[in-house]
């Protein structure tokens, strides 16, 4: 009697001859491209296992074996035993080796046949789950002693002090994110537990903004209240011991005003020197707002301080002439040096080459009134400009928030690039002079006291994202600038002197304006976050070996000679790093005892290609200021670039289209401590886990450490803790500063993308963030400021 069909052979068959015919015709295209035969070999090995199983033979299975046991060899060689690595490799044949085994017994007539199908399917469960358990829970990670504490530590140049308070956006204007403060230490930090949370509200209502999500806020923390600001500008100042509202302030932001994002990263405390004790604005607060406003409180109630600008604000876009909503911002917290506010504004990347100024301009705190005015195009001009005439359209633009140093008068302005990012051939001299630099200004004239430049002629977006540091370093006051390339500059902060070894390294030429490219690029000999080696095949990842055949062949297709490998037209690039870092707006915290900077990254390329106008404008590629009720003209990966030649179709992060997962493997994002004296590695750690991350967006609940992408920064305390939140696990965690292990963590409603900050209330030591989400990061939305407290004793 002939043997009945096995319905599961046929299916399973037809399944892997299916991917078999994928992987072949791909691996035959990747082949034509110089790449790995492993998928066309597999490709064709497949169709034959598959044939074989819809016939019903058993050969079919021991072919399928084969290709697995070869398959685990070849990754194995590949990439070592390197867990994340071998996941698309092996994770996926192995689910279709084990439904092999199983119906094995469908295609035998031997007594014992199930028996032996489930013993085999189960024994290579067990293995793999062992193999795989083994690598994931490893700590391989190499620590270096912690420097010895020097009890001098380092003066801070702000006047300003952290511990009982939180007096400013990066803990003072020199930016270290430290706090003297140890109540939270090491041997207790595993209590702690959260002691409030109070949603602040203020959020967008039309539904083409309210996508544009994420606060990025870190509040302040002065006397007896506690102020934050909302996404759409909104004080709130609460109770820093029971986070209960005490009052709020509302700007009346219009949504159509939102840039990219509805990012509020701090406000601004000041204490106007000599006003009568309780008098109004004797203390204020003071923000920039989205739509471009700075705003003037009462620190203790809340009402607008008559004496600043009319009626408690001032128009900061006077003198930008046409503003479009949505074209000119703040959204990071004023600098004040000597009771000057310095303000730059978020331009919006990409639309137009004739975008609003980028102008930096200097308010006197008490008044509201311009003091000065920084054009680099007008360099005379001190003031507004003179009647009929606008400052210089489409300038590079400080975006971030700037450091300053109260002894010596100067703000340190991170510069981003002109309108256009990806283009320079349009730019002026003054342009390419300033474009992603780090600028010291004098806060008494405005007038540039130094320029540090770290790209020649900027066409990746590597704009300085972050706040600069201020520290000490070998006895001479210094700043630590980091960057979206990941590399870190040690600078005098009174002369721009670099105090560490910068070195130069050929940069790739060619691209779209080869007649712009610079023939050398500098880096930093002393430390870079930046890996050292080139991105290869190998590096590329994905769900399945489907996914990762898709990103071998793109990465082949397109143009990659390393670190500042210029876009080209009709052709795609690498750039490596992405331009959201290295170190971008979350900037790092500085240990000034032990003398440790601590550094979280992202480690990711962006898939860049522009695109001819023509084409552009088919696809309708607009200028915001087109198309009127729109918070952007098409999907985010493509910026018009409005009267240049070229627009531009960045895939931040390099995605496969139907997973959504990353072309490049893990880890995304890391964190590190890094010794100031001799600029090593202390250890460095992926960051963030895979608990929120997976295919089709939906997430896996793995507990392991994949290191995903991050924004926000960190802080760190005298105990040798470290906090942070930062990555899209949505979890803010304890890290210990010797080991760089996390020593607690706790889950948060939404996406923690913000610095938290560390204060003093009642004797009890708080650590509060804004756990707002992010659009960008895909972490939920929220408006909560939580914080976490060690039990009452």
């Avoid at 511990?163 to 702690?192: C, E, F, H």
């Avoid at 209502?205 to 302040?220: A, H, I, R, S, V």
């Amino acid at each position: 009697m002939p043997k009945r069909r096995s319905w599961a052979a046929t299916i399973l068959g037809i399944v892997i001859a299916a991917i078999g015919l994928v992987l072949a015709i791909g691996g035959v295209w990747l082949a034509a491209l110089g790449g790995s035969l492993y998928y066309l070999v597999t490709g064709v090995a497949m169709l034959a296992a598959g044939l074989q199983l819809v016939r019903g033979r058993m050969a079919g299975v021991w072919i399928y074996v084969a290709i697995f046991v070869l398959t685990f060899l070849w990754a194995l060689w590949e990439v070592g035993l390197e867990p994340w690595a071998l996941v698309p490799r092996v994770i996926a044949p192995l689910v279709l080796l084990i439904a092999a085994l199983l119906v094995m017994p469908t295609l035998s007539v031997a007594r014992n046949r199930w028996k032996a199908g489930l013993f085999s399917a189960g024994a290579v469960l067990v293995v793999a789950a062992l193999f795989f358990g083994i690598l994931g829970f490893q700590d391989n990670v190499a620590v270096a002693a912690l420097p010895a504490q020097n009890s001098q530590g380092m003066a801070d140049p702000s006047g300003q002090a952290t511990g009982a308070d939180w007096p400013a956006y990066g803990g003072t204007t020199s930016a270290r994110r430290y706090s003297p403060l140890t109540q939270i230490s090491l041997s207790n930090v595993g209590k702690l537990e959260k002691v409030w949370e109070t949603h602040t509200g203020g959020l967008p209502t039309d539904p083409q903004f309210t996508k544009l999500y994420g606060t990025e806020n870190t509040p302040l923390k002065v006397g007896n209240l506690l102020y934050t600001c909302t996404a759409k500008n909104v004080i709130v100042a609460l109770d820093p011991a029971t986070g209960k509202q005490a009052w709020r302030f509302d700007p009346k932001v219009p949504d159509d005003w939102i840039p990219y994002t509805t990012a509020c990263r701090g406000v601004v405390y000041y204490a106007v020197p000599n006003a009568p004790q309780g008098s109004l604005c004797a203390t204020r607060i003071v923000e920039g707002t989205l739509d471009s406003r700075l705003i003037a409180v009462d620190a203790l109630t809340g009402k607008p301080c008559t004496d600043f600008g009319t009626n408690g604000q001032t128009d900061t876009k006077i003198g930008m002439g046409d503003v479009y909503p949505g074209y000119a911002s703040i959204n990071s917290a004023p600098t004040v040096v000597r009771g000057v506010a310095v303000v730059g504004h978020q331009i919006l990347d990409g639309q137009t080459k004739f975008a609003p100024s980028g102008v930096i301009q200097g308010f006197d705190m008490v008044t509201g009134k311009l003091r000065w005015a920084w054009d680099m195009m007008h360099p005379d001009w001190n003031g507004y400009p003179p009647a009929g005439q606008y400052w210089s359209r489409g300038t590079p633009n400080s975006w971030t928030g700037a450091s300053g140093d109260e002894q010596l008068g100067l703000a340190y302005v991170p510069m981003g690039n002109a309108a256009n990012d990806y283009l320079s051939s349009h730019r002026s001299p003054q342009e390419n002079q300033y474009a992603t630099s780090l600028v010291a200004l004098d806060v008494m004239t405005g007038k540039p006291r130094w320029t540090f430049q770290a790209v020649k002629k900027d066409v990746w977006d590597y704009d300085f994202g972050s706040q600069a540091t201020l520290i000490d370093y070998k006895g001479t006051p210094a700043i630590v600038v980091p960057s979206k390339q990941g590399d870190m500059y040690v600078l005098d902060r009174a002369t721009g002197r670099a105090l560490t070894p910068i070195g130069t390294v050929q940069a790739p030429g060619g691209g779209a304006e080869p007649a712009q490219r610079a023939a050398t690029q500098i880096v930093s000999l002393w430390h870079t976050l930046r890996r050292p080696q080139l991105l290869t095949e190998r590096d590329m990842w994905g769900m399945s070996p489907i996914d990762q055949l898709f990103c071998r062949i793109q990465f082949r297709q397109a143009d990659y000679r390393g670190f500042f490998t210029p876009p080209s037209v009709g052709k795609r690039s690498v750039e490596y790093p992405g331009y959201n870092g290295g170190s971008d707006w979350g900037g790092v915290s500085v240990d000034p005892v032990r003398g440790v900077i601590v550094a979280n990254y992202n480690d990711m390329p962006n898939y860049v290609k522009l695109v001819p106008r023509a084409e552009a404008t088919k696809l309708g590629v607009l200028p915001r200021f087109m198309t009127p009720g729109k918070s952007s003209s098409t999907s985010h990966s493509i910026d018009p670039q409005w009267a240049s030649p070229y627009a531009v179709n960045v895939n931040a992060g390099w995605r496969v289209p139907w997973t959504g997962m990353l072309c490049k493997q893990p880890p995304y994002g890391g964190i590190r401590a890094i010794d100031i004296a001799t600029g090593k590695t202390l250890w460095d750690r992926p960051f963030g886990t895979a608990r929120k991350n997976g295919p089709f967006g939906i997430p896996s609940g793995l507990p392991f450490h994949i290191g995903t992408p991050n924004n926000g920064g960190s802080v760190v305390t005298a105990s040798g803790l470290v906090f942070i939140a930062a990555a899209t696990d949505d979890l803010i965690r304890a890290i210990d500063l010797r080991t760089g292990k996390t020593v607690w963590s706790a889950k948060l409603p939404a996406g923690g993308q913000a610095t938290p900050m560390v204060y003093e209330q009642g004797g009890r030591e708080f650590l509060v963030i804004f756990a707002g989400g992010h659009h960008f990061m895909e972490t939920p939305a929220g408006d909560s400021v939580i914080a976490y407290a060690l039990p009452r004793a």
